[in-house]
């Protein structure tokens, strides 16, 4: 018959383990920043480690805009998106791809749900648009031409991102090392089929013409 073991007992191993769990806890964050603080604060791209990044979606969007009837450059934003950054040596040999959930378009208005319905997102039947890098074209030190394939509405195109490097630093709120960028493209939405209100002849719309201005932060991938 086994017997009980004293509270008192109980209680200075449970501390005992307590106190491993959080030196392994502290240590294991000081380690993170110590690794963190090694990396260089840098405005230049080929001074960045190589490495596989993934993008932060609490400081990464897209917004999109269109010209309304002439009225006004209306815009959106595409949010909690996903993506990963496969910095390599040579900048120009690396490889971004970049999922953007429709269901999460922003307006700010009643237009969020219309715009995922059939006539425009048609986010029902295509949850999900997607863009990967097949080459890129150092265009300065923080510069680049980035081409890949843009997905959307099920259909496939090239695309081109006019993307600048803002710099890589530890973000102090976290203190964990991050990489910043902008990028510009502009589409038109009738080759991806959507063609609703587009302007006919001598007439205005929404134009077919999509401006994208692009903010993305990544950051190391976990081990």
């Given at each position: 018959?086994?017997?009980?073991?004293?509270?008192?007992?109980?209680?200075?191993?449970?501390?005992?383990?307590?106190?491993?769990?959080?030196?392994?806890?502290?240590?294991?964050l000081?380690?993170?920043?110590?690794?963190?603080?090694?990396?260089?604060?840098?405005?230049?791209i080929?001074?960045?480690p190589?490495?596989?990044?993934?993008?932060?979606?609490?400081?990464?969007?897209?917004?999109?805009?269109?010209?309304?009837?002439?009225?006004?450059h209306?815009?959106g934003?595409?949010?909690?998106?996903?993506?990963?950054?496969?910095?390599?040596?040579?900048?120009?040999?690396?490889?971004?791809?970049?999922?953007?959930?429709l269901?999460?378009?922003?307006?700010?208005?009643?237009?969020?749900?219309?715009?995922?319905?059939?006539k425009?997102?048609?986010?029902?039947?295509?949850?999900?648009?997607?863009f990967?890098?097949?080459?890129?074209?150092?265009?300065?030190?923080?510069?680049a031409?980035?081409?890949?394939?843009?997905?959307?509405?099920?259909?496939?195109?090239?695309?081109?991102?006019?993307?600048?490097?803002?710099?890589?630093?530890?973000?102090?709120?976290?203190?964990?090392?991050?990489?910043?960028?902008?990028?510009t493209?502009?589409?038109?939405?009738?080759?991806?089929?959507?063609?609703?209100?587009?302007?006919?002849?001598?007439?205005?719309?929404?134009?077919?013409?999509?401006?994208?201005?692009?903010?993305?932060?990544?950051?190391?991938?976990?081990?």
């Amino acid at each position: 018959m086994s017997r009980s073991v004293p509270v008192r007992y109980w209680r200075k191993g449970m501390k005992r383990k307590i106190s491993v769990v959080g030196a392994s806890l502290v240590l294991s964050l000081a380690g993170g920043q110590a690794m963190a603080a090694d990396q260089p604060e840098t405005g230049s791209i080929t001074e960045v480690p190589a490495g596989h990044y993934t993008l932060d979606p609490l400081h990464s969007k897209i917004t999109w805009g269109v010209d309304h009837y002439g009225f006004s450059h209306y815009e959106g934003q595409f949010v909690d998106l996903s993506g990963s950054l496969q910095l390599a040596e040579k900048p120009s040999k690396s490889q971004v791809s970049v999922q953007l959930p429709l269901a999460e378009v922003l307006t700010g208005s009643a237009l969020s749900e219309h715009l995922q319905g059939e006539k425009f997102f048609n986010s029902a039947q295509y949850p999900k648009a997607s863009f990967k890098s097949t080459s890129i074209e150092m265009t300065g030190d923080d510069s680049a031409k980035i081409t890949g394939e843009l997905t959307l509405n099920g259909q496939t195109h090239p695309l081109t991102i006019d993307a600048t490097f803002n710099q890589a630093a530890v973000y102090p709120f976290d203190k964990q090392y991050r990489l910043g960028f902008d990028g510009t493209a502009t589409l038109k939405r009738s080759d991806y089929g959507i063609d609703y209100l587009m302007p006919e002849k001598g007439q205005k719309g929404i134009s077919d013409e999509v401006r994208l201005d692009i903010e993305a932060e990544f950051v190391p991938q976990s081990k």
